[in-house]
């Protein structure tokens, strides 16, 4: 159980777009250096490396550039492309340790179309997360929403999950997800399963941390994406004993996965 990591600042693509060009530079830059680099104070370093570490982009020990974020230093250094912002998603919402944004996301949202600002303060209430700072957790619920939802379009605005309507939110589905981000996620799951060969398609429909459950994406949509994996070779689609599965083909890494899509856009 993980809250308040962000120390109450929101999720900025513009300032961790910045941040990922320092550190690539500047690794071992103490929190001076930085925050007169970036010009942001002490506090906001600390906030600003605690997404970097929850996104998968840095290293918090060794100072480093995961290989994700050297990926997106070098393919997509604005952080702006569509499936830059499926992935941070995913990544995001796929970590036990971010608890507000993955237990919203894989256990609070599935199931509903709407909700209010009370609802997710009512689900957040529960004893489970008694032991939770009740200021840090209305700090993070705040910035979960605005991640999503808020006005300025810095965080994964874009992505349409979440729409401010009157007092409360609607829920959507994340439209046009690259078919290789559903490779990526789908071999990143399979790293998390001890390399299991196959899965069922129901699992990736209503597994928590699936792309049906992390991206609200229907079963139509998701097999469109898996028809597309298969033409890369990177799946195979299969009725087995009246269950529709799908096969891993090959050993391709997540990373791979995604790097080849920006070669071939």
Same mark, same amino acid.
Not at 126 to 137: I, T
Not at 159 to 163: I, N, V
Not at 198 to 202: A, F, G
């Given at each position: 159980m993980n809250v308040g990591w962000p120390r109450t600042f929101g999720l900025d693509l513009d300032?961790?777009?910045?941040?990922? =060009? @320092?550190?690539?530079?500047? *690794?071992?830059?103490?929190? %001076?250096?930085?925050?007169?680099?970036?010009?942001?104070?002490?506090?906001?370093v600390q906030g600003l490396n605690s997404w970097l570490k929850y996104l998968d982009l840095r290293d918090p020990h060794t100072g480093q550039l995961s290989s994700l974020g050297q990926l997106l230093w070098r393919a997509d250094p604005s952080l702006t492309d569509r499936a830059t912002l499926c992935v941070l998603h995913y990544v995001l919402v796929s970590n036990p340790e971010a608890t507000v944004w993955y237990e919203a996301i894989n256990h609070f949202l599935p199931g509903r179309d709407s909700f209010s600002p009370e609802d997710l303060k009512a689900y957040f209430d529960?004893? =489970? @997360?008694?032991?939770?700072? *009740?200021?840090?957790?209305r %700090?993070?619920?705040?910035l979960f929403l605005s991640t999503y939802a808020g006005t300025e379009r810095r965080a994964f605005q874009a992505?349409?999950?979440?729409?401010a309507r009157g007092t409360g939110y609607v829920v959507r589905q994340i439209q046009d997800v690259p078919a290789p981000v559903l490779g990526y996620c789908l071999y990143d799951r399979r790293s998390r399963?001890?390399?299991?060969t196959?899965?069922?398609?129901?699992r990736l429909l209503h597994e928590t941390g699936s792309p049906g459950i992390t991206m609200r994406i229907p079963e139509e949509a998701l097999r469109r994406g898996l028809a597309e994996l298969e033409s890369l070779g990177l799946v195979s689609i299969a009725r087995i004993a009246d269950i529709d599965g799908v096969a891993y083909v090959g050993h391709a890494s997540p990373l791979e996965i995604l790097e080849q899509y920006y070669r071939s856009r």
């Open positions: 300032l961790t777009r910045r941040a990922l =060009q @320092f550190y690539m530079n500047c *690794p071992d830059a103490g929190r %001076s250096e930085t925050e007169t680099q970036l010009g942001i104070g002490g506090q906001k529960q004893p =489970q @997360f008694a032991e939770s700072s *009740p200021k840090q957790l %700090s993070d619920r705040g992505l349409g999950l979440l729409e399963h001890d390399l299991e196959t899965t069922e398609i129901r």
